[in-house]
């Protein structure tokens, strides 16, 4: 989780810090913020392979070490925030360096998890590492405001470089083992034939998801809603309820039939935003969002 509290505690209050601080529009804050979520992407694969062929923990430490670099990145940010190109060009690399921290712990959490476990319990590993990360994401967004209120976003660079570090101490003695690979690989077309359609949809669906994230903060600042987070984490905090819930239907119902159900509440749930003239109904909205995103 560790991981994901230093990105959850940032992003709420990042759009604020791009805007306010540094004295960028709307594109900079989805382009500073969009790079943590393109580098996760382009860096995913290798991650995947690195955790089969050094065990799942070994990447889990190169994730938080990267997080830990990250946080040096953002604190160097800082240090020439006089220089507003300078600062939003640094940040940018920080957040890029995090998304490649973000695959590494990700990837390696659910690898280390499920060569720990028997078969059969594979898709709780896959299910609680899942819950873990949104739950992280969800409740240091108000930390993360706290600290930005207190200290600045200086607060947010030194809590991102020194977390990842305290948490890699404890986890040097414990197993590495690692997953035995087939002999036999796998096409890499028949894989991606496979895919491609469901890997679409979830990349559509993830849109609203990725905005909520980089905007939620923005637009309840703009419009002076207080706290500025709740929107953030009523998303994540809705999120989790339904999956600990409704895990169940899509091996009940068929995985496209509840997909369609869901994306059509996330829809409402964006709607519901955009149209909302209080934070009540705007919180409303990202927690439907939330549900639908599961």
């Known amino acids: 989780m560790a991981g994901f509290v230093v990105i959850g505690a940032a992003l709420p209050v990042l759009p604020l810090h791009v805007s306010q601080n540094l004295g960028f529009g709307?594109?900079?804050?989805?382009?500073?913020?969009?790079?943590?979520?393109?580098?996760?992407?382009?860096?995913?694969?290798?991650?995947?392979s690195f955790a089969d062929a050094n065990g799942g923990k070994r990447a889990v430490l190169v994730g938080l070490v990267s997080a830990a670099a990250a946080?040096?990145?953002?604190?160097?940010?800082?240090?020439?925030?006089?220089s507003p190109v300078l600062s939003i060009s640094i940040l940018v690399v920080g957040r890029a360096v995090l998304g490649g921290a973000e695959s590494f712990i990700i990837t390696g959490?659910?690898?280390?998890?499920?060569?720990?476990?028997?078969?059969?319990?594979?898709?709780?590993?896959?299910?609680?590492?899942?819950?873990?990360?949104?739950?992280?994401l969800a409740f240091s967004g108000p930390f993360g405001t706290i600290l930005f209120t207190a200290h600045g976003?200086?607060?947010?660079?030194?809590?991102t470089t020194l977390l990842p570090l305290l948490v890699l101490g404890s986890l040097m003695r414990a197993p590495n083992p690692r997953i035995q690979l087939?002999?036999?690989?796998?096409?890499?077309?028949?894989?991606?034939?496979?895919?491609?359609?469901?890997?679409?949809?979830?990349?559509?669906?993830?849109?609203?998801?990725?905005?909520?994230?980089?905007?939620?903060?923005l637009l309840y600042a703009d419009n002076h809603w207080r706290p500025v987070w709740v929107g953030f984490t009523a998303f994540g905090t809705a999120l989790i309820v339904a999956r600990v819930f409704c895990g169940h239907l899509p091996d009940r119902y068929g995985g496209a039939k509840i997909a369609l159900i869901f994306v059509l509440v996330q829809s409402a749930g964006i709607l519901l935003i955009g149209l909302a003239r209080s934070s009540v109904f705007a919180s409303l909205g990202a927690a439907l969002a939330g549900l639908g995103t599961r």
């Open 71 to 82: 946080g040096l990145f953002y604190l160097l940010s800082i240090a020439v925030a006089r």
């Open 109 to 136: 959490g659910v690898a280390w998890g499920l060569v720990l476990v028997d078969k059969e319990h594979s898709g709780k590993v896959i299910a609680w590492v899942g819950t873990a990360m949104f739950a992280a």
């Open 153 to 159: 976003f200086a607060a947010i660079g030194l809590l």
């Open 26 to 48: 709307s594109v900079v804050v989805g382009m500073v913020a969009g790079t943590q979520f393109a580098a996760s992407l382009v860096s995913r694969v290798w991650s995947g």
């Open 182 to 217: 087939r002999q036999r690989r796998s096409d890499l077309r028949a894989v991606f034939g496979a895919v491609w359609l469901p890997g679409v949809g979830a990349a559509l669906a993830s849109v609203g998801y990725c905005s909520i994230l980089a905007f939620s903060s």
